[in-house]
């Protein structure tokens, strides 16, 4: 018996309808018809087609000059659906904003995606220079210290697989560009319990990371500290930060059922 083409099942409209949704990001929040056509590689015909169909049934409308089209508040309510369902994120939060209350510092919760993080909640500190990254924003986990943290929850061969095949693009001069040095790299940072990350993305801006685990001991979510180095990379200041990620991970994994061995 002969095995059947998956994309034999494959809807293209439908297909495309999601990469028109994907098109839109916090760098290009608004798109015009050309824009979409070119970037799917159809003509304008079918791509307002496309079009039409999502801004009827609510997940793109117009934008304020009536010719470009941004996301409308029912493609937010998928993201939203998305969040509700992860586990932890609700337990997460107060722990969360009470880090950014007692550091003053913006604090963050990061899940993983294949090789990328997505960050899932924010919440924003009021100093002049800190993080501007948006819920559902995606980064590379190899270059990030929340993705370090996440890819501590796999084994060395856990993440040969995961990389075989992909580029680790260098970010700044300390990230891992080979897979031989992230796997070290994961390892310390496994060892440890938390990471560090210094100007990775932005200049001047330092990162601070911990691993949250569930009731099976499973790594399900990170998060951080990041803002002005400034502010933050100073020895006694580090240790205190560094201490008060690793309270607020070890006390959401707590809430969650991971009791620690030993």
């Known amino acids: 018996m002969s095995e059947t083409d998956p994309n034999t099942y494959i809807a293209p409209a439908l297909q495309r309808g999601l990469a028109i949704l994907e098109l839109f990001t916090p760098q290009r929040r608004t798109l015009s018809l050309t824009d979409i056509a070119k970037a799917l590689g159809i003509g304008r015909a079918s791509a307002y087609r496309l079009v039409f169909t999502l801004e009827h049934l609510g997940y793109i409308g117009r934008a304020g000059d009536g ?3 941004r996301l409308a508040p029912r493609s937010m309510q ?31 919760m990061a899940v993983r995606d294949g090789t990328e993080i997505v960050y899932v909640y924010r919440a924003h500190s009021h100093m002049t220079l800190s993080s501007n990254i948006a819920v559902g924003y995606r980064l590379p986990a190899h270059a990030t210290a929340m993705g370090r943290m996440l890819l501590s929850g796999l084994g060395d061969e856990a993440i040969a697989q995961l990389y075989t095949g992909v580029r680790l693009d260098r970010y700044s001069d300390t990230t891992a560009v080979t897979l031989t040095s992230l796997i070290q790299e994961v390892a310390e940072d496994r060892k440890r319990g938390w990471t560090m990350n210094r100007s990775s993305f932005v200049s001047g801006i330092v990162a601070i990371a911990a691993a949250i685990r569930d009731h099976r001991g499973e790594v399900i979510a990170a998060i951080n500290l990041s803002g002005p180095s400034a502010v933050m990379d100073q020895p006694a200041t580090l240790d205190h930060l560094r201490a008060k990620v690793v309270e ?7 809430q969650l059922g991971y009791l620690p061995r030993g």
């Open 78 to 108: 998928l993201g939203y659906h998305y969040l509700s369902g992860l586990d932890g994120i609700e337990v997460a939060i107060p722990y969360i904003d009470g880090l950014r209350d007692s550091t003053q510092i913006s604090a963050h």
């Open 248 to 254: 607020t991970a070890d006390a959401i994994s707590h």
């Open 67 to 69: 010719k470009s089209y």
